[in-house]
């Protein structure tokens, strides 16, 4: 059963940084793509950024280009997401979750999502 | 990038009623097309990928129809676990992004 979790949320003031990380298991991790997604207070889903399987290429939003970085490490089975020059519009859960196989811009298994708070 | 626009935002149902969303992109995406559902304090779940392609454990009741820019999740026969929030996402093409979200509640 795969299984997907975050960690590293906090509270951070604006202009600082944070990197959120997530552990996979039950899922041969380096065969899929995997995502980020966000989710700010009483308010929709917001997709952030994509990873290729093997690290080689990146997709990102608009409003995590040049700010944020997604990396993974298909050794330890972890994905990252350093994320700089926070914003308090960056305030949000944010959800590890991995691309179906057949197709990896569709959103398959979530994690529980760690929080994240911009606030001076 | 590709908008997407669900409606109605939110609608009120009593079990065992059908219930139909729509979504509608701003540029045709084939039928790539996924929804979701999420339940209050919990991760959204995959209900439907390919605009009509089940995953696996979601009950039959669930059903999605659609392609080029024009999608619907039917739930037939709506039960007290369907109360939630649900979305649809293109995956066309990155930006991926989601319409605005349809809360059910029970009316």
């Known amino acids: 059963q795969v299984q997907l979790v975050e960690s590293g949320g906090g509270v951070v003031q604006p202009g600082g940084s944070l990197r959120l990380s997530c552990a996979a298991s039950?899922?041969?991790?380096?065969?899929?793509?995997m995502h980020w997604v966000r989710q700010a207070p009483g308010k929709g889903l917001d997709w952030v950024v994509v990873?290729?399987?093997?690290?080689?290429?990146?997709d990102y939003a608009d409003s995590a280009k040049g700010r944020f970085t997604i990396s993974r490490d298909n050794s330890k089975n972890m994905l990252y997401l350093q994320m700089n020059s926070l914003r308090a519009e960056d305030t949000a859960v944010y959800y590890c979750?991995?691309?179906?196989?057949?197709?990896?811009?569709?959103?398959?298994?979530w994690g529980q999502g760690t929080t994240v708070i911009v606030s001076s | 990038d590709i908008q997407m626009t669900q409606s109605p935002s939110s609608l009120s149902a009593s079990v065992g009623d059908r219930v139909t969303i729509t979504c509608r992109s701003s540029?045709?995406?084939?039928?790539?097309l996924n929804w979701y559902q999420q339940k209050p304090g919990k991760a959204p779940e995959l209900l439907i990928y390919t605009a009509s392609s089940l995953e696996n454990g979601v009950p039959s009741r669930f059903s999605g129809s659609g392609s080029g820019t024009d999608f619907t999740l039917t739930i037939s026969g709506l039960q007290p676990e369907d109360f939630a929030t649900y979305y649809c996402q293109q995956s066309y093409s990155p930006p991926l992004t989601f319409g605005g979200g349809t809360r059910v509640d029970i009316k």
């Open positions: 039950g899922m041969t991790f380096s065969s899929y793509g």
């Open positions: 540029q045709t995406i084939n039928f790539y």
């Open positions: 979750v991995n691309g179906r196989a057949g197709n990896y811009y569709e959103l398959d298994v």
């Open positions: 990873i290729s399987h093997g690290g080689s290429r990146a």
